[in-house]
């Protein structure tokens, strides 16, 4: 993964200085102002789910040439605070837009998945990925087919690695998972197929059986 070359990641959206500065960023982090990096990172990827789904592998290869370079871990430092902020203003990020809501979780399952701390997880992030997940299983939420896809992906990519966290906060997840087939307003019928689907992953060990897939995978074709 540290040998990608800028042009394995997907800015060819940013404008010529934004995509020199990643470009940069990720060869020679100390040549450029990271702060502005991790802001520019942070606002495509509320606004494009692609580039929110290739933000934490560009995330990881950013910190790694820095630590590489010169051992420093200030790039971390400006994207953990960025996300902070974003993280706290869930709920009007949400009210203003689902979709930037869906790219906002997205992106910070990503980091979660690609940023690590000797190999573990970082654990400032852990509640923040729990409260996340927690919110997309709000009864509102679960009314909604990009909310729900966006749990779903979610758990199929951080699930087994977010449970050894806390398996106490993934029973209370699925606990409301399983309520949501109870509400008065039921979930369509392709977020409870969904929402089936990742239950029985998580009862099958975060695996799934290959007629188990095959049956799924079918239903969500037709």
């Keep these: 993964m540290e040998n990608s070359s800028a042009e394995d990641y997907k800015i060819q959206s940013f404008d010529a200085d934004t995509q020199w500065l990643l470009k940069m960023a990720l060869k020679e982090p100390a040549s450029v102002d990271l702060e502005k990096v991790a802001s520019v990172i942070v606002e495509q990827s509320m606004k494009d789910l692609v580039f929110s789904k290739e933000a934490g592998r560009i995330c990881y290869t950013i ?31 949400r009210d203003r837009s689902v979709n930037a809501w869906v790219c906002l979780v997205t992106f910070i399952c990503n980091v979660f998945d690609y940023l690590k701390v000797n190999n573990m997880p970082m654990m400032a992030l852990v509640n923040p990925v729990y409260d996340c997940l927690v919110r997309l299983a709000q009864p509102d939420a679960l009314q909604n087919e990009e909310e729900v896809d966006c749990l779903v992906i979610q758990l199929h990519r951080i699930g087994e690695q977010l449970q050894r966290t806390s398996t106490q906060r993934m029973d209370e997840l699925f606990c409301l998972l399983r309520d949501g087939f109870l509400l008065q307003d039921r979930p369509t019928s392709l977020s409870r197929l969904l929402l089936l689907e990742i239950i029985e992953f998580r009862a099958g060990n975060w695996k799934m059986s290959d007629s188990a897939q095959k049956y799924y995978y079918s239903e969500v074709a037709d």
């Design 63 to 93: 910190v790694q040439a820095e630590s590489k370079h010169g051992g420093n871990s200030n790039f971390r430092r400006y994207i953990l605070n960025r996300l902070q902020q974003e993280f706290l203003a869930k709920e009007q990020v």
